[in-house]
């Protein structure tokens, strides 16, 4: 409703939305460095879990708990490292974008000086730039969506790995324990392209707002160059001495 007082279209309100949410960039960066340092730590606490496993005799069956704590987090760290990776790439897409209006800005504020009958017409925002906020949008979906995913699994290793080796071993044709690895196995084997999709997704997200950044960047300068053409001639016109008009000399009446 404030937006509408001031008379700003749906287009407007929008492009003014994408503009805030653009300006919040190091916030994703900062949460996706947050995301990658947290990551090493649990990924060093996991690897001291299964080296004590490993490392303790009849481990095979008498440290379930142990092995089912550390292969269910398998399942579900490399899917959250990905997401910090993911945020980091959405941070430096919005960051192009606020690169992008700040050249937007410069161009109108060029402009602002002259007459509103000679101003030059702003160049309209590149179709990359709108492309690079719908892959970034698509990669971070994909990546979200892959965590989730692997959250569920993280539960099925779990319960299968909370059996004993010999167990999970023995286990006959149709037997839950085959059907739980079984959907591990299944799972994962799209699951992991499916992270490396999104992530790519991502690095072209960063293509497509370069892009974006080049095209308005040109734009920018040439319409601050006509600017300066226009008030150059606009000061000159003015500067110029004027005629003077002789006045006639009224004739004396006899």
Do not use: C
Not at 18 to 42: D, E, H, K, N, Y
Not at 190 to 205: C, K, N, V
């Amino acid at each position: 409703m404030h937006l509408a007082r001031h008379g700003l279209s749906k287009e407007g309100r929008i492009e003014r939305a994408i503009s805030q949410l653009a300006r919040t960039f190091p916030w994703w960066i900062l949460a996706g460095v947050v995301i990658l340092i947290s990551a090493l730590i649990l990924s060093v606490r996991n690897t001291q879990a299964a080296a004590a496993y490993y490392a303790a005799p009849g481990h095979e069956t008498s440290l379930t708990a142990q092995r089912a704590a550390f292969e269910s987090t398998n399942q579900w760290l490399p899917y959250y490292t990905y997401l910090g990776l993911g945020l980091i790439l959405g941070g430096v897409v919005l960051g192009l974008r606020a690169l992008d209006d700040s050249l937007g800005q410069s161009g109108r504020e060029a402009i602002a000086t002259l007459p509103a009958k000679k101003r030059p017409p702003l160049p309209e925002r590149p179709l990359a730039a709108t492309l690079a906020l719908i892959f970034l949008a698509l990669s971070e979906a994909i990546l979200i969506s892959a965590l989730g995913v692997a959250a569920s699994l993280a539960t099925v290793a779990a319960r299968l790995y909370g059996n004993p080796i010999p167990v999970i071993d023995a286990a006959a044709a149709g037997s839950p324990l085959l059907a739980q690895l079984a959907t591990l196995e299944s799972v994962s084997a799209w699951l992991t392209p499916f992270r490396l999709w999104g992530l790519a997704t991502g690095f072209l997200a960063i293509v497509l707002g370069l892009a974006a950044v080049t095209s308005s960047l040109d734009a920018q300068t040439g319409l601050i160059e006509r600017a300066i053409e226009l008030a150059r001639s606009a000061a000159g016109r003015a500067a110029a001495p004027q005629p003077r008009r002789r006045k006639r000399k009224k004739e004396r009446v006899r």
